[in-house]
Protein backbone atom coordinates (compact mmCIF):
# COMPACT_ATOMS: atom_id res chain seq x y z
CA UNK A 1 0.00 0.00 0.00
CA UNK A 2 1.47 3.90 -0.94
CA UNK A 3 0.96 6.23 1.43
CA UNK A 4 1.76 9.93 0.75
CA UNK A 5 1.64 12.69 2.97
CA UNK A 6 1.49 16.35 2.01
CA UNK A 7 3.09 19.07 4.15
CA UNK A 8 4.22 22.56 4.00
CA UNK A 9 0.98 24.30 3.02
CA UNK A 10 -0.44 27.38 4.94
CA UNK A 11 -1.87 31.07 4.56
CA UNK A 12 0.66 33.54 2.56
CA UNK A 13 0.48 37.19 1.18
CA UNK A 14 0.57 37.35 -2.71
CA UNK A 15 3.96 37.84 -4.34
CA UNK A 16 5.14 35.35 -1.64
CA UNK A 17 6.67 32.11 -1.46
CA UNK A 18 5.94 28.46 0.38
CA UNK A 19 7.48 25.07 -0.23
CA UNK A 20 5.53 21.79 -0.44
CA UNK A 21 6.28 18.35 0.45
CA UNK A 22 5.46 15.26 -0.27
CA UNK A 23 6.48 11.77 1.94
CA UNK A 24 6.01 8.47 0.05
CA UNK A 25 6.09 5.15 1.40
CA UNK A 26 5.30 1.84 0.18
CA UNK A 27 6.92 1.72 -3.04
CA UNK A 28 10.12 1.61 -4.58
CA UNK A 29 10.54 5.92 -4.63
CA UNK A 30 13.21 6.32 -6.86
CA UNK A 31 11.04 4.18 -9.88
CA UNK A 32 8.16 6.33 -9.25
CA UNK A 33 6.97 8.94 -11.66
CA UNK A 34 5.35 12.01 -9.23
CA UNK A 35 2.85 14.18 -10.10
CA UNK A 36 1.00 17.73 -8.37
CA UNK A 37 -2.33 18.56 -8.62
CA UNK A 38 -4.41 21.13 -6.92
CA UNK A 39 -8.21 22.22 -6.87
CA UNK A 40 -10.06 25.33 -5.72
CA UNK A 41 -13.71 25.49 -4.37
CA UNK A 42 -16.00 24.74 -6.81
CA UNK A 43 -13.37 23.62 -9.79
CA UNK A 44 -12.17 20.29 -10.86
CA UNK A 45 -8.46 19.30 -9.69
CA UNK A 46 -5.65 20.21 -12.27
CA UNK A 47 -2.37 19.39 -12.94
CA UNK A 48 0.52 21.32 -11.54
CA UNK A 49 3.67 20.05 -11.80
CA UNK A 50 4.93 16.39 -12.35
CA UNK A 51 8.46 14.40 -12.42
CA UNK A 52 10.38 11.67 -14.13
CA UNK A 53 11.47 9.40 -11.89
CA UNK A 54 15.12 10.00 -12.01
CA UNK A 55 14.24 13.80 -11.71
CA UNK A 56 15.84 14.87 -14.69
CA UNK A 57 12.56 15.67 -16.90
CA UNK A 58 9.59 17.89 -15.47
CA UNK A 59 6.24 19.10 -17.03
CA UNK A 60 4.51 22.04 -15.62
CA UNK A 61 1.11 23.61 -16.16
CA UNK A 62 1.28 26.95 -18.42
CA UNK A 63 0.06 29.09 -15.23
CA UNK A 64 2.57 28.11 -13.08
CA UNK A 65 5.80 27.79 -15.35
CA UNK A 66 8.33 29.88 -14.24
CA UNK A 67 6.94 30.46 -10.91
CA UNK A 68 7.16 26.94 -8.83
CA UNK A 69 9.63 23.80 -8.99
CA UNK A 70 9.33 20.67 -9.19
CA UNK A 71 12.39 18.33 -7.47
CA UNK A 72 12.49 15.30 -5.68
CA UNK A 73 14.83 13.63 -3.65
CA UNK A 74 14.74 9.95 -3.85
CA UNK A 75 17.04 9.54 -0.93
CA UNK A 76 14.23 10.74 1.43
CA UNK A 77 11.28 9.35 -0.47
CA UNK A 78 10.48 12.89 -0.78
CA UNK A 79 8.96 15.09 -3.75
CA UNK A 80 8.76 18.90 -3.48
CA UNK A 81 7.02 21.84 -4.97
CA UNK A 82 8.58 25.11 -4.41
CA UNK A 83 5.93 27.91 -5.20
CA UNK A 84 6.92 31.25 -5.74
CA UNK A 85 5.54 34.70 -6.38
CA UNK A 86 2.07 33.10 -5.48
CA UNK A 87 -1.04 34.64 -6.62
CA UNK A 88 -4.29 34.51 -5.11
CA UNK A 89 -5.96 32.22 -7.84
CA UNK A 90 -3.22 29.61 -6.74
CA UNK A 91 -5.10 28.96 -3.60
CA UNK A 92 -6.76 25.68 -3.88
CA UNK A 93 -5.93 22.38 -2.01
CA UNK A 94 -2.75 20.74 -3.39
CA UNK A 95 -2.35 16.68 -3.37
CA UNK A 96 0.57 14.81 -4.90
CA UNK A 97 -0.10 11.57 -6.38
CA UNK A 98 1.86 8.56 -8.07
CA UNK A 99 2.25 7.50 -11.91
CA UNK A 100 2.68 4.17 -12.73
CA UNK A 101 4.84 3.36 -15.30
CA UNK A 102 2.67 3.88 -19.00
CA UNK A 103 -0.25 4.72 -17.21
CA UNK A 104 -0.79 7.95 -19.68
CA UNK A 105 -0.29 11.70 -20.03
CA UNK A 106 1.56 13.45 -17.30
CA UNK A 107 -0.87 15.86 -17.41
CA UNK A 108 -3.89 13.41 -16.76
CA UNK A 109 -5.58 13.45 -12.77
CA UNK A 110 -6.66 9.61 -14.56
CA UNK A 111 -3.02 8.82 -15.21
CA UNK A 112 -2.20 8.64 -11.45
CA UNK A 113 -3.01 5.83 -9.18
CA UNK A 114 -2.26 6.96 -5.21
CA UNK A 115 -2.91 10.44 -4.07
CA UNK A 116 -2.35 12.34 -0.73
CA UNK A 117 -4.71 13.72 1.38
CA UNK A 118 -4.08 17.26 0.33
CA UNK A 119 -2.37 20.45 2.08
CA UNK A 120 -4.59 24.01 1.76
CA UNK A 121 -2.64 26.99 0.36
CA UNK A 122 -4.60 30.30 1.08
CA UNK A 123 -2.95 33.45 -0.93
CA UNK A 124 -4.61 36.60 0.22
CA UNK A 125 -4.39 39.70 -1.80
Known amino acids: QVQLVESGGGLVQAGGSLRLSCAAS????????MGWFRQAPGKEREFVAA????????YYADSVKGRFTISRDNAKNTVYLQMTTLKPEDTAVYYC??????????????????WGQGTQVTVSS
Open 97 to 114: ATKPYGAGSYYSAGSYDY
Open 26 to 33: GRTFSNTR
Open 51 to 58: ISQGGGIT
